[in-house]
């Protein structure tokens, strides 16, 4: 059988990779950028998102079951021809959205929530979310899991007082069972999500003849756990592996020492994906300790708020020092906004007099950036110069930070 | 001297013609999208405007002042390369907007007013109009006039009860007089407005090598004020001429009353403009009156509120009835979302859900609507049926309105 991702070079533990699928070939590494509800934020079209070189994007289960629903996306001949993108899909599970829902109730069969929009009644577990993801007509689907939280709220607060040490012990006690299950109900929802997923495609079909399914690696920032669920997962036939549970509220290096820990042992002859990360160190990072694909709100959120990425670092366009400045936002970008010419001045014009202009533009520089910085990143793994490369850009990224 | 404006045909009182600028040619009948602050609402680009095929395209005077200020943008090479447009651009004075504005005081001098962002202190008058609209680097720059209200707030409402007759005949006295004031006023400026346009630009040159300037007739809905305005400003020598104070609050019949007593007795080797207006209907009744020009924020403002034209009227994207709807907004269009194959039920998921893209969308089909209008009038008028195919157009506009 075909195989759906080929390592074209290595260096060090970091990869260049071809990942094939049934609407063609994605280089990696990639950043995957985010079209929640069926549309990128900041009105920003397709057409745009492909200027950027974008070669996949993400779409959020969650919100489109609530709205419009997967069996009307699929009635319009699914989420491609609904939103008219006909590069590949990823769909998360719904889990991650889920878990994060305050009014919830979790068993080891599934999970019962109320819509944010009117309270209405939902129900997800593996089977759900998997005929959701197929009505949805993705290309890469994800594993239904629990993503445990990266700390739990302190309780018992007397014993805080009286023995701090202790009452932080017990603190990561509990987070340690509470992961622990999670990992658990992660590694049995797993294989219900395969069985579901293989009933409707058979383990005989090639992978670049059907959804591929990615398997999800819990564990939180426990090394133990981390090892224990990337033993049970990996020993599933999933297409490829993802990282679930960083990226939510631990600092930057505890991640770190989590790739260092895990990244490097998922199976090297499948994708991995490292979930919901990150900011453009933060993507270096990973990518030196093995990971191949991204996806991540960062750089449209943060374009909405004014913040615009450059090779210099981080800029505030609304700030005044841009009012009469006749540069664009970085020299080396060809997105819509710079290759045009347009300048950081009438940027700044933009955002503070509040057009969606500015909103759109910015979005679109943002992506740009990150495509540009998976772009480049590929190609110094290819010449081998990736390692010397990426400090040189973080040294750079982090002085205007 | 070469001229500005070629008549190529015209049927009855309605015309075909050819407006030239520095910037380029515009076919007329035209429909001219409103940039007001240097930028479309909605997100829309200027690649987005030229895709429906405008031509040329407004900004106004009185934002721009405001913010960024027109030195700023004069320093930043002018709007063209500023917003990055590089077709013709038309700036109105900004009296029309400071007219609005409550806090103000009109002398025979100019007007001082209060920014409506900070109420900052601005003087606007004729000489101030033209130096700002020149520093803006517009291709179409209008005199500086005075536009009257349609009606005035009541007063004496003793009187109305005891007599409304009597009453109604002092209040169409008192606006008569307020509107001769209008007209004499504008008279002045007008005169005013050319001296100033003509020591940067001497008469000399010819309207192709340099900023053209369009007079301003005034006379609300008096017809005597209407002929005194025109005998007047078209007395000056003025490369096109526009009727303001229309399109302010009167009944749309009203408004077709004024342009038959006047438009056609406007010059006939110069460009026609209806300035503010207005509704698909309204402008082919203003073409078979002898208009050319027009500008309007109604297709732009009714998109971002869900309203959609087709040539079967006016659509609410919104309502339930289009949620599972899978025909685009207008078989007949080609715009960015109608070219695509998207979908009603698609844009009325992004409204429903609050996605900018819904808005962008929706802007880019109304304008395409109104630039096909214009594109269609401008052929039936050279084919001689413009009457006929009007007739039916607008019937098939009212039915669903």
Redesign the interface.
Known sequence: MSKNYELKATEGKARAGVLKTRRGEIQTPVFMPVAT?????????FPDLEGTGAQVCLANTYHLLL??GEK?VK??GGLH????WDKPILTDSGGFQVFSIKSKKITDEGVWFNSHIDGARFYLDAEKSIQIQHDLGADIIMAFDECPPSRLAPTNLELKKEDPVLWAKKQEKRLYFKVRKAVDRTHDWAKRSLDHHQKNYPASLSPIERPQLFGIVQGGCFQSLREQSLAEITALPFDGFALGGLAVGEPPEVMYEVLDGIAHKLPKEKPRYLMGVGSPQDLLEAIERGIDMFDCVYPARNARHGSAYTWDGIIKITNAEF??D?TVLDKNCNC?ACG????K??LH??M??G???????LTIHNIQFYQDLMKLSREKIIEGEFSEWKKGVIKSLVTKD
Chains 1, 2 share one sequence.
């Open positions: 509800r069926g549309a990128m934020k900041a009105a920003v079209d709205r419009p009307r009635e319009f021809q609904w939103m008219g009012r009469d006749k819509t045009k010419g347009l300048t001045g009438y014009h933009l503070r007099v057009e969606d202009l500015g909103k759109r533009y």
